[in-house]
Nanobody, 122 residues
């Protein structure tokens, strides 16, 4: 089992930046694909970014390309989501997820954190 705890959410003005962290415990994430999802009120959960454990390659949904960066530090068992040039439409609860899979372009993940709120004011 992998336990995931997100942190770093908060309130930020449009154009600002936040860095989310996801600390894993229970198992090392070095052999897990890691992903970030978000869910805005009244909307379905959206897969935002993923990072491979095999090659370190990354995937992003089109709406965040060029603004968000996912990274991982296996030594710290932590994954990050650097979010720049934030927009009001980025407001959502952000969730970290993990799965021992190779393909990161699919949104199926087995392990989930509780989420952290990100609010972007206009």
């Amino acid at each position: 089992q992998v336990q995931l705890v997100e942190s770093g959410g908060g309130l930020v003005q449009a154009g600002g930046s936040l860095r989310l962290s996801c600390a894993a415990s229970g198992r090392t994430i070095s052999h897990y694909a890691m992903g970030w999802f978000r869910q805005a009120p009244g909307k379905e959960r959206e897969y935002v970014a993923g990072i491979s454990w095999t090659t370190g390659s990354t995937w992003y949904v089109d709406s965040v390309k060029g603004r968000f960066t996912i990274s991982r530090d296996n030594a710290k068992n932590t994954v990050y989501l650097q979010m720049n040039s934030l927009k009001p439409e980025d407001t959502a609860v952000y969730y970290c997820a993990a799965d021992p899979k190779v393909v990161i372009t699919t949104s199926q993940y087995n392990y989930w954190g509780q989420g952290t709120q990100v609010t972007v004011s206009s």
